[in-house]
C-alpha cells in the first residue's frame, strides 16, 4: 500500500515525515515527533486521552489519520503550557485541584477543557460535566477535576 | 498501527469520489469524519483496500434554504450543525438531537451525512431525518437520485446506498403551522449510545386536532424506525385526549427485534422505549399548542 509524503505544524514546528496512511495521529505525534504527551489509551475514540487541537479544535487523535492532517495545525498538550515551560491556567487548576492522580488522562483532559473554556468561558456546572463526559478518569472520581475547570475558567 | 493497509485516496470533489467508489467496488470505503468508521477499523471488525476521504471534497459542506426545504450537505460536521442558526430556525428537532450525538470532541469530526449513511439503529439523526420526512440525495457515475427517507434505512447499518453511490446531502422540509418537535433518550452516560429513545415531530390544526405526526424510535430495533402503529392511533386525535402513556405503550407493543445485551435487556428498553415516546410526545403537543397562527 502506498506510503505519502507529508507535512504538518505541530505547535509551530514543521514535521515532514513519510507515513503509511494506516498511521493514527497519535501515532504520528508520538513516534514521529517525539510528542509522547498525547497519550494512548483505548485506540478507538471512547477514553479521550489522545485529545489534540486540529486547526484548533479538539479532536480525537486516535480517529484521525496522519496523512488527514497534512498541511493542517496541531495542538498538543506540549503546546500549551508557556515557552519557559510554565503551566497554563488549565495545568495550574489540575494541580491546585486535585484534578488528577495517576495522570495517564491528564493530557487528553488538559487539551479538552482548554477548547471548552475557550468556548464556554463561564460555564454553568451541568456545562462542565456534558463538556468532561468524553474523557475517562479512573483515579479521581472527577470532583477534583470539576473544581479544577471551575477554578481555571475564573482565573481566565 | 491497527487498522489493516489501505490505500488512502483524497478526492477534491464528488464526481471524483464516486469514480474512485466506483473503480474499486466493494473494496473502497467512503471516510467522512471517521467517527464510527475508524474505530471499526482499528478493532478489525472490518476492513477495505482503499478509503476515499471526503474532507477534501468542500462542495459537501454548508447550509442551504430553499423554497419549502433544507438542504445540508453530508460533510457539514455535527458541530456546525449544532452552530447553525438557519438549521435552528428551520429544523429545530436537528439542532436538538445533536448534543445528544458523542461528545464535542467527536461532533467537531462526526458528520450528519457519515451519521446518516452509518445507519446505526442506536443513532439520533436517522431517527430525526425519518420523523421529518427527509430526502436523501446520492449520485453515482450515473447521476443523481433522491430517496425519500422511508426507503433509506434497510437494516443494520445498511441503507439505499449502493457501493458505488455516495449520499451528498440531506434535505428538509420545511415544518410550517403549529407543530412541535423533541428527542427524548435515556443513556447510562452522557454521549453514549442510547438505551432507548424517540424523536417526535408533530403538527396540529387550530382545532388542535393532530394532523401529522411522525414518532421515531431509536435502539429499539435493529434498524431506525418509525412507530406507524401510535402514529394511525394518533391521526387526528384531540391533543388534550391524548394519553401520552398509552402512546409510549402503542410506540413498542409491535416491536420484534428488540435489542437485549449487557447495558439492558429487551424488556427494560421496552419500558425505557415507551417512557421516553411519552415524554417526547408531551413535549412537542405542548410546544405545538403554544403555537398560534
Redo the contacts between chains.
Sequence with gaps: MSERDIEMTVNGTAHRSTVEPRLTLADFLRERCGLTGTHLGCEHGVCGACTVLLDGDAVRSCLVFAVQAAGRQVTTVEGLSAPDGGLSPVQEAFRDHHGLQCGFCTPGFVVSVTAFLREHPDPTDAQIREGLSGNLCRCTGYQGIIAAVRAAAATD | ????????H?PSTAAEAVSLLAEHGGAAKPLAG??SL??M???RLTSF?H?V?L?GVDELRGVDRRDGSLRIGAMTTQ?AVEQSPEIAAAAPLLTRAT?LI?????R??GTIGGSIAHADPAAEYPAVVLVLDAELEVISPAGVRSVPVAEFFTGLWSTAVAEDELLTAVTIPLWTGRTGFAIEEFAR???DFAIAGAAVALEIDDDDRVRRCRLGLLGLGSAPERATEAESALAGAFVADVDAEEVGRLAVTPLESVPSDLHGSADYRRRVGAEVVARAWRRASEEARGVRT
Design positions: 498501527m491497527k487498522p489493516t493497509a489501505f490505500d488512502y483524497a471517521g467517527q475508524v474505530p477499523l482499528a478493532l483496500d478509503l476521504d474532507g458541530a448534543p458523542g461528545h464535542f470532541q467527536t467537531n469530526r452516560r452522557h454521549g
